[in-house]
């Protein structure tokens, strides 16, 4: 069995007790909404974009401690950084959660910073959506999109 | 083994079950399902995920794989041994269901793929016939997804209206509001016996008097309530009675439509194909009488058999003692669980059966899922299928523990020990 303080490090439980950059932002041009509708996890992302770079971003919502800790965190590392920098890191994050990315530090991990207390999801598998959640509404929101994102398989019986 | 071992000994095995029916014995019960000696890494599992699934006593695994092994062939058709034999046991299983159910007659008894199939049967064949615009179809607010959607689907077709029974902050239904929102437009009533989300017993006999008063007919989803309740669709006058089979022991895909032959014989095929005729010509097609009009095409024999082993095996038990060992366990389950601090119950309901929900502190029930997960112990996090629940309640999610017959005290305080561990991993 993986082990559950690789999941429910101190980092991520402090994040999502007390998460930052949580407020609706006032000067947003951007904003995405993302919803997993099975765990109920539900968190708007906004977003201050100038030019190409973000100036400002918040989050909003509510949901598991992963998916709340790894909005936190994602505003954290974004601000002040370009577009290309916060697809860059996503992809990295991406292979850091899902196993993808090498055991020991490399580049990778040196951009990723505090991010890598994420890389326990990789154990958990079906916890990939929770961490995945943010970035992903993160990135529909830089694109523009107006549908509601989601990281879960929308069918589901009882 | 010999086939004919197996058979002997699945006979003994039945003889067996019989004995216990008197003291219900839980550690001999629980021998009769091979994947409760499953360990879960390096714990023992603790299945408290019956409302999702039941897990399957030997005797309904054999039964399905001596249909395999002995008696397979296509139903209805053959002139031949084998063909005779599979008829022979699958419409043995149709009997079994009709006792379960109490059912007047056999042919009361469809075999369709579950719950859901049966619901969405209803709706597009006796809906469809009698629903017109403006009318209504009346639902309550504690139903699963598979008792809303159909109606829907059926309401957007028509221009018909979907009403909602609202249920009390205890999660039971308010029956005055029922009979508030019953109406000269009313056509059908669909309702759940047991809420998969709240575990609240709603008091069918109940609503089905006062629909019948206004001559409105009653679809009962008794989906959650055939694996702990004894039901008598004649004794509560059910119009419609439907399960599905995996929730009481059975296999996956195999499920039941009960229903008044009157209604039955009033409504048009669901589906086209074998079975359901008596004759084709390409002017015409005469169709089968009942059962078989509506089970078109080569129904799920094995599944049925299956089913058919599990009514035997939950008979051999005696419902009334699997009853009283789940209400045991579910009062002891919801005093310990409600002991731990920061524990708030969804779903208090006086009558309740199988089912224990619940939410920690601010602790979103993914995470409590996750770590329980760890110490063997499976519930089921999230919406429970039923959406509007959830909203009424104003909440995302629950965790959700559900019994059945082969659950203990024991399994109880792993439960409880595991949601400590939340506490200690959030605190």
């Known amino acids: 069995m993986p082990d559950l303080r690789e999941l429910y490090q101190e980092v991520i439980l402090e994040h999502s007790k007390a998460p930052r950059n949580y407020r609706e932002l006032a000067t947003a041009n951007h904003r995405a909404e993302g919803y997993n509708p099975l765990c109920g996890d539900h968190f708007t992302v906004y977003l201050d974009l100038e030019g190409d770079s973000i100036r400002d971003i918040s989050f909003q919502g509510s949901g598991c401690a992963i998916s709340k800790a790894s909005a936190s965190m994602m505003t954290q590392m974004l601000k002040g950084k370009t577009r290309a920098e916060a697809a860059r890191l996503f992809d990295h994050f991406h292979k850091l959660v899902t196993g993808q990315s090498p055991a020991n530090g490399n580049g990778n991990r040196a951009e990723l910073g505090k991010l890598t207390v994420f890389s326990g999801v990789s154990e958990f598998p079906v916890r990939v959506k929770c961490a995945t959640l943010a970035w992903h509404t993160l990135q529909a929101s830089l694109e523009g999109k107006q549908d509601t994102v989601s990281t879960e398989q929308p069918a589901h019986t009882e | ?427």
């Open chain 2, 1 to 427: 083994m010999t086939t004919a071992a197996k058979r002997l000994a699945r006979e003994s095995h039945l003889a067996d079950v019989r004995e216990i029916g008197a003291g219900f014995d839980v550690q001999k019960v629980r021998r009769d399902f091979p994947i409760l000696r499953r360990r879960v890494g390096d714990r023992n599992l603790v299945y408290l995920d019956n409302a999702a699934t039941s897990q399957k006593p030997q005797a309904v695994i054999d039964a399905i794989s001596q249909y395999y092994e002995l008696d397979n062939a296509n139903i209805h058709r053959g002139v031949h041994f084998l063909s005779e034999r599979a008829t022979e046991e699958y419409e043995g299983a149709r009997k079994k269901v009709q006792l379960f159910l109490n059912a007047a007659d056999a042919s009361e008894i469809i075999f369709v793929r579950g719950a859901t199939e049966a619901i969405n049967l209803v709706a597009q064949t006796h809906g469809r016939t009698n629903l017109r615009a403006g009318d209504e179809v009346l639902i309550s607010a504690m139903e699963h997804h598979s008792n809303i959607v159909p109606w829907q689907i059926l309401c957007e077709e028509k221009g018909a209206r979907l009403r909602v029974v609202p249920i009390s902050d205890s999660g039971e239904l308010m029956l005055e509001e029922f009979g508030r929102l019953m109406g000269p437009r009313t056509k059908i009533v669909a309702i759940t016996h047991v809420s998969n989300a709240l575990g609240t017993i709603v008091p069918v006999q109940r609503i089905i008097e006062m629909a019948h008063r206004e001559n409105i007919p009653v679809l009962v989803d008794g989906a959650q309530a055939v694996p702990h309740l004894k039901v008598d669709v004649q004794a509560v006058d059910s119009d419609f009675y439907v399960f599905s089979g995996h929730k009481v022991y059975g296999s996956t895909g195999i499920g039941v439509l009960y229903g008044k032959s009157a209604l039955l014989n009033a409504m048009p095929p669901y589906q086209g194909g074998g079975d359901m005729i008596s004759s084709v010509t390409f002017e015409k097609t005469t169709y089968n009488k009942l059962p078989y009009k509506f089970e078109a095409g080569t129904p799920h024999m094995a599944g049925a058999i299956g089913l058919g082993a599990a009514i035997e095996y939950v008979n051999g038990l005696g419902m009334d003692n699997i009853a009283a060992h789940e209400h045991k366990l579910l009062a002891y389950a919801t005093e310990t669980v409600s002991a731990i601090p920061g524990i708030r119950l969804i779903g208090t309901a006086k009558e309740k059966a199988g089912v224990l929900s619940f939410l920690l502190d601010s602790i979103h029930p993914h995470d409590i899922g996750t770590i329980l997960d760890q110490e063997g112990i499976a519930i089921r996090t999230g919406h429970h299928c039923a959406q509007p629940v959830m909203q009424r309640f104003g909440i995302a999610a629950t965790a959700r523990a559900s019994f059945a017959l082969y659950n203990t005290r024991e399994e109880v305080d792993a439960l409880v020990e595991g949601i400590q561990k939340v506490r200690e991993v959030f605190a």
